[in-house]
């Protein structure tokens, strides 16, 4: 498989925003996370099923909860606390926190031009979000836990790939988060919301491409990957959320966020320069 697939998982994440807030603005939050979970985790098994063995199963216990039943939760609380703007920037973080994850825990020190890489998307999602509201400190928190688990996850899957088919180790995942997610939702917010209308259109698109889709090619990459690479690629959801603002929501980009868009792109550009590499062929 190509990396360029792997990039339209963050692509596809980026339009989360709109989708939501044009097709669910009238969904509870945690519901949403649950709908995002469960359904497509029962589809990917429905279309290779496969049993876990005894014992794998802690490992996928500890996976599906650090991505999906404690990662969901805390994004939409940094969604709830935070304009989207401050969100999207703190999500920008990722390349800087796997490169700290990764000198921490396997003494790899950071080379000079991933760094630099980092720091250039880092600065161009500031100048394509632009400062602005004031900061929740639960908000902040939730934002950067969740930054954290990402990283964690991350370095957990290529320190220790699953040796099993791809779709239902996806699946597995994605059900047993949305099935820890469940009682939270039910007890915060109450009974699940009946779909009517627009809502289908935006739970499809929910379901469908933003996590069957995009989990099992962000999967991959995680297991075929750099994750330095992989971090700067999800530079490209705070990008389209804002690109699918100006386009589709009419938002004008001033001058300042369009250089950020270049500035993002020319540390894409960059890091594929500098870290030529071949990839191996999905199994």
């Known amino acids: 498989m190509s990396p360029i697939f792997v990039a339209l998982t963050p692509i596809l994440w980026g339009t989360t925003y709109f989708i939501t807030g044009r097709y669910l603005a009238e969904w509870p939050a945690l519901w949403l996370s649950v709908m995002r979970a469960i359904p497509p985790g029962l589809l990917l098994l429905a279309i290779r099923p496969a049993k876990v063995p005894w014992r794998q199963v802690p490992y996928l216990l500890l996976?599906?909860?650090?991505?999906?039943?404690?990662?969901?939760?805390?994004?939409?609380?940094?969604?709830?606390?935070?304009?989207?703007?401050?969100?999207?920037?703190?999500?920008?973080?990722?390349?800087?926190?796997?490169?700290?994850?990764?000198?921490?825990?396997?003494?790899?020190?950071?080379?000079?031009?991933?760094?630099i890489c980092a720091l250039l998307g880092l600065g161009g999602i500031i100048l394509l979000l632009g400062p602005g509201a004031e900061l929740n400190w639960i908000g902040v928190g939730a934002a950067l836990t969740s930054?954290?688990?990402?990283?964690?996850?991350?370095?957990l899957l290529q320190q220790r790939p699953w040796h099993g088919e791809l779709i239902s180790f996806?699946?597995?995942?994605?059900?047993?988060?949305?099935?820890?997610?469940?009682?939270?939702?039910?007890?915060?917010?109450?009974?699940?919301?009946?779909?009517?209308?627009?809502?289908?259109?935006?739970?499809?698109?929910?379901?469908?491409?933003?996590?069957?889709?995009?989990?099992?090619?962000?999967?991959?990459?995680?297991?075929?990957?750099?994750?330095?690479?992989l971090g700067l690629m999800t530079l490209l959801n705070p990008l389209t959320a804002v690109m699918a603002g100006s386009i589709l929501m009419h938002e004008a980009l001033s001058y300042w966020q369009w250089l950020g868009v270049l500035t993002v792109f020319a540390s894409l550009l960059l890091e594929l320069l500098l870290r030529p590499k071949r990839y191996p062929a999905a199994a």
């Open 170 to 229: 996806t699946g597995w995942q994605l059900l047993l988060g949305g099935l820890m997610i469940l009682p939270l939702a039910f007890w915060v917010e109450g009974a699940m919301p009946i779909p009517a209308g627009d809502d289908w259109f935006g739970l499809l698109w929910l379901i469908l491409l933003n996590s069957a889709l995009a989990y099992v090619l962000w999967l991959w990459g995680m297991a075929n990957l750099p994750l330095n690479r």
């Open 63 to 115: 996976i599906s909860f650090l991505y999906i039943g404690a990662f969901f939760p805390l994004l939409f609380i940094s969604a709830l606390y935070l304009p989207g703007s401050v969100a999207g920037t703190l999500a920008a973080t990722l390349p800087l926190v796997l490169l700290g994850l990764q000198w921490l825990f396997l003494h790899k020190r950071p080379s000079r031009q991933a760094l």
């Open 147 to 155: 930054v954290l688990l990402i990283g964690i996850c991350s370095l």
